[in-house]
Each structure stands twice: as C-alpha cells, then as structure tokens.
C-alpha cells in the first residue's frame, strides 16, 4: 500500500497551505513545497477549539480549530499573528 506525500513547508515541515505567501508556523516565506508520507497518529483527545488570528500588520484574519494552535505567523504578509482569545 501507498502511502500518500503531504505537502509540508520546506523550512518548518508542517501543512503547506495552497495560496499562502508565508508559512503560518515559521513565518518563512513559502516557496516549493517538500513532500513527507502522511501518518496516520491518532491523538485522542479533547474536541479541537476555535481559535481567531489577526495580523497586527496586514489585518488579515484566519480561524484555526486546531488541537494544539502553532500556527502564528501571517501567511499574507509574513507578520506575526498570535492567536487571540482562548488559549
Ligand atoms: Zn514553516
Ligand atoms: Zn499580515
């Protein structure tokens, strides 16, 4: 069997987001794409939170329902943006 290749930013290996300038969780600018086998961990656990991010820079917002949130840079500008509220 396959495994499917997960697009992952070059820099950090985390979710390669189609469209973003900069990679949400190191703030480096996304250029290609590297490619990792996609793993199937199971994380049991409470049910992921919403969380809003907005850019201090550029203004622009994102929603993120993540278990753990380490998205924190703007994939618009670059810039950092932390998640607001919650925690
Ligand atoms: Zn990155
Ligand atoms: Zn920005």
């Given at each position: 069997m396959e495994?499917?290749?997960?697009?992952?930013c070059a820099n950090c290996k985390n979710a390669y987001r189609e469209g973003d300038k900069y990679?949400?969780?190191?703030?480096a600018p996304l250029g290609k794409p590297?490619?990792?086998?996609e793993?199937?961990?199971c994380i049991y656990?409470?049910?992921p939170m919403e969380r809003t991010h907005k850019c201090a820079k550029c203004g622009f917002t994102w929603k993120t329902s993540l278990m753990i949130d380490d998205e924190k840079w703007?994939?618009?500008?670059g810039g950092e943006a932390p998640a607001e509220g919650g925690r």
């Amino acid at each position: 069997m396959e495994l499917p290749m997960r697009k992952v930013c070059a820099n950090c290996k985390n979710a390669y987001r189609e469209g973003d300038k900069y990679c949400r969780y190191c703030g480096a600018p996304l250029g290609k794409p590297d490619f990792i086998e996609e793993d199937f961990a199971c994380i049991y656990g409470p049910p992921p939170m919403e969380r809003t991010h907005k850019c201090a820079k550029c203004g622009f917002t994102w929603k993120t329902s993540l278990m753990i949130d380490d998205e924190k840079w703007c994939p618009n500008c670059g810039g950092e943006a932390p998640a607001e509220g919650g925690r």
